[in-house]
């Protein structure tokens, strides 16, 4: 094969276990044959109507099979596909589009005035609608894998080749496209593999989206390259995922700490079996101390971990045995990556003292999608500034401090400051604005502004969420607005965030 990516996974998976289940959606059950059957008719498809090498293909959709489809097809074209959030507005959608170039969209039914808003005007003028058809100017997605060979496509690509645009949300205003080649996910998944012990015959419930990389990146591509079964949920129900634990023997289950409070919390948690769960893993944020005990109370252990889209996704993780010993902490550098703390010099420092995390490996980005200048800062001397504060114990247990970039994670979103600053600040009453995050007993963490107005303007917390929605994905639209005389600053002018989190944070 001329094609080393991971495009020709399913492929050389179905010469060996052509039966065995690898997908399992809603009462579908897709064998590694006919899954490969057709990724390589929606290739050939795919092809046909011009999509080559380097090419960026879109996809805008919930968990479904069609998303793996659309992956591996593309991929295996040696195109790139470019997963879209779907909880992002229209304006969102389109800049994403039209930044990475996509002049193909794949997008679910059910998302079609969401498609219109965001993407009808864009560079993708060659859609693809998935459960729907008879719309103008759109094919249905199953007619198009149907029009395709069933024939392998042989492209030359090598691990050094793009094989996804992820947009994170960006500091400045405008997302930046994360380029992760084939090589950054192949070492990502064999850290996987390796830190979390998966074998042959698991079977991962996807609770969390594909678009996100957690979900893809450590759950269905290491569980699809070992042979096992992805079983696919549209959207996050805790009373579901325990049904689905006990009738499907699931062994592996990824989520955030809000999921899995969620899940605890629920009628069913005391009576549902719980036996075939073997990996449990977590990010975004420390699991609480009370939901490591519920767990364990019930002999199951967390990996947790931290990572970001740009070190696809793993960068730590936690021995399952060690949870508890070093509560708090997103665990060891994984197995085929390097994790520093440095001072505002760029020196190393010692165990203990707080710095900037900094993270190196095969599974780390190498650039922003046509935004060199965001890699040169970014990426210096093969090294990710994550922007992130935090230490090294002793033994080598990464534990987060703070975030430099002023991010806030909301149930597992993130959601960076300057970006929804940026958009406040375009309503005309407000003369300035500072997003931090406060508590919230479900989320985690929910956005808070605080804002000052021109004189002699009237405006309110209602007013300013309203003019929001639509421009920002909901879930970056602040919970509430504070109006305040005044916001406390450095003599530089800096607002100082600091001490609005003493003072709202609480």
């Known amino acids: 094969m001329l094609n080393h990516g991971i495009g020709t996974w399913v492929n050389r998976r179905a010469q060996r276990m ?7 959606f809603r009462d579908r059950r897709i064998g590694y044959e006919e899954l490969d059957e057709r990724i390589l008719r929606l290739a050939d498809a795919l092809r046909t109507r011009g999509v080559r090498a380097g090419d960026r293909v879109a996809y805008l959709g919930n968990n479904h099979p069609s998303f793996l489809e659309s992956l591996f097809a593309t991929t295996m074209l040696g195109a790139i596909f470019v997963p879209l959030n779907t909880r992002l507005a229209p304006p969102e959608i389109e800049f994403a589009v039209d930044n990475s170039g996509a002049t193909t969209l794949i997008f679910q039914d059910v998302l079609l005035d969401l498609a219109r808003a965001g993407t009808w005007s864009t560079s993708a003028q060659r859609r693809i609608c998935v459960g729907g058809d008879d719309i103008p100017g759109v094919e249905d997605y199953d007619a198009v894998v149907a029009s395709g060979a069933d024939e392998y496509v042989d492209v030359p690509v090598t691990l050094d080749d793009a094989a996804l645009i992820l947009y994170t949300s960006g500091t400045t205003g405008y997302p930046k496209g994360a380029v ?8 990502n998944t064999f850290n996987a ?10 079977r991962v419930l996807l609770i969390s989206p594909m678009f996100h990389v957690a979900s893809l990146g450590m759950g269905a591509l290491p569980i699809l390259l070992q042979g096992g079964t992805v079983i696919l949920h549209e959207r996050f129900d805790p009373g579901e995922v325990l049904h689905a634990i006990q009738s499907e023997q699931v ?6 700490p809000t999921t899995y409070q969620l899940i605890e919390e629920h009628p069913d948690w005391a009576t549902t079996d719980l036996s075939s769960l073997r990996h449990l893993t977590c990010g975004g944020s420390s699991m609480p101390k009370r939901m490591l005990e519920a767990y364990e109370q019930r002999g199951l252990h967390f990996s947790c971990g931290y990572g970001m889209t740009e070190t696809s996704p793993g960068a730590t993780a936690m021995p399952p045995h060690m949870s508890m010993e070093k509560m708090g902490s997103s665990g060891l550098k994984q197995f085929f990556t390097d994790v520093k703390i440095v001072g505002p010099e760029g020196g190393m420092l010692p165990p203990g003292d707080v710095g900037e995390i900094l993270v190196s490996g095969p599974n780390v980005i190498s650039e922003y999608w046509r935004r060199p200048e965001a890699t040169a800062e970014a990426i210096v001397d093969g090294w990710l500034h994550t922007g992130d504060l935090g230490y090294l114990d002793e033994d080598g247990y990464l534990f987060i401090v703070d975030r430099l970039k002023d991010m806030i994670i909301s149930g597992g979103e993130n959601i960076y400051s300057a970006e929804v600053e940026g958009a406040i600040m375009q309503i005309p009453e407000i003369s300035a604005v500072a997003l931090i995050g406060v508590p919230d007993p479900k989320w985690g963490e929910v956005p808070l502004a605080v804002a000052t107005l021109d004189e002699g303007a009237h405006l309110t917390a209602a007013d300013v969420i309203a003019r929001l929605d639509g421009r920002l994905a909901k879930y970056k639209i602040p919970r509430d607005v504070v109006f305040v005389d005044e916001l406390p600053r450095t003599a530089s002018g800096k607002i100082r965030k600091g001490d609005l989190r003493e003072q709202y944070a609480r």
């Open 193 to 202: 593999l390796v830190d979390y012990g998966i074998g042959s015959g698991e």
């Open 251 to 256: 062994t592996m289950l990824s989520g955030v």
């Open 180 to 187: 992760l080649t084939h090589g950054n996910l192949t070492w």
């Open 18 to 24: 052509r039966e065995d289940s690898a997908i399992a």
